[in-house]
């Protein structure tokens, strides 16, 4: 059974930083392209981040870029995203999630539960 | 960038026929995805390329694709269908793109 386990999320100050993890088990991890996807409070859903099976390549969200890192152990199964200089619009419950790369596209076949992220002065 | 639009809410009376549509710049050339979320829980795939049901999710759903619109649609609606539905594509100079979703509400 897939399971994706995220945690790291909490409350903070404009300018913080953070690090959120996401364990995932159930399935070859090092094979799949991962990403970090958010949803602010009452909105729909945002792709933040995304990373290849190796590690090698990554994507970002313009909002994003240059403050977000996205990295994976998989030698420990962990997608992590690290993220400085948090603003307040970066407020939102952040999901990490497994892509699965069929007949030239990717879609999102397994979700964790979310984490938390609240930047408030 | 590259776009999606959903209608904000759609309503539907129990038992019959939802249709929920996304629509994109000939979106009918990409391979679109469909995520269901209830409140409170993390979003699950319900159509993925067009039109293809995950393991486990009801014959009801099916979805459609063509020209600037793909439709997902939901048979003989039951009150557990209530919930915010996405669409997503990839685009290759966008990334990953979600649609502003839809609120199901079965009446």
């Known amino acids: 059974e897939v399971q994706l386990l995220d945690s790291g999320g909490g409350l903070l100050q404009p300018g913080g930083s953070l690090r959120l993890s996401c364990a995932a088990s159930?399935?070859?991890?090092?094979?799949?392209?991962m990403s970090w996807v958010r949803q602010a409070p009452g909105k729909g859903l945002e792709w933040v981040s995304a990373?290849?099976?190796?590690?090698?390549?990554?994507y970002y969200t313009d909002s994003v870029r240059g403050r977000f890192t996205i990295s994976r152990d998989n030698s420990r199964n962990t997608l992590y995203l690290q993220m400085n200089s948090l603003r307040v619009e970066d407020t939102a419950t952040y999901y990490c999630?497994?892509?699965?790369?069929?007949?030239?596209?990717?879609?999102?076949?397994?979700w964790g539960q979310g984490t938390l992220v609240s930047v408030s002065s | 960038s590259y776009e999606l639009a959903q209608t904000l809410s759609v309503s539907v009376a129990l038992g019959q026929t939802a249709r929920i549509t996304c629509e994109g710049n000939?979106?009918?050339?990409?391979?679109v995805h469909w995520y269901q979320q209830k409140p409170g829980q993390a979003p699950v795939l319900v159509i993925c390329r067009d039109t293809n049901r995950p393991s486990g999710i009801p014959e009801r759903f099916s979805g459609s694709n063509s020209g600037n619109t793909a439709t997902l649609t939901i048979s003989r609606a039951q009150a557990g269908d209530e919930a915010d539905y996405y669409c997503?594509?990839?685009?290759?100079?966008?990334?990953?793109?979600f649609g502003g979703g839809t609120k199901l509400t079965v009446l």
């Open positions: 999630a497994k892509e699965n790369p069929v007949g030239g596209t990717n879609y999102f076949d397994f």
């Open positions: 159930g399935f070859t991890f090092s094979n799949y392209p």
């Open positions: 000939n979106i009918g050339s990409k391979n």
């Open positions: 990373i290849t099976g190796s590690g090698g390549t990554t």
């Open positions: 997503q594509v990839c685009d290759t100079s966008t990334g990953w793109v």
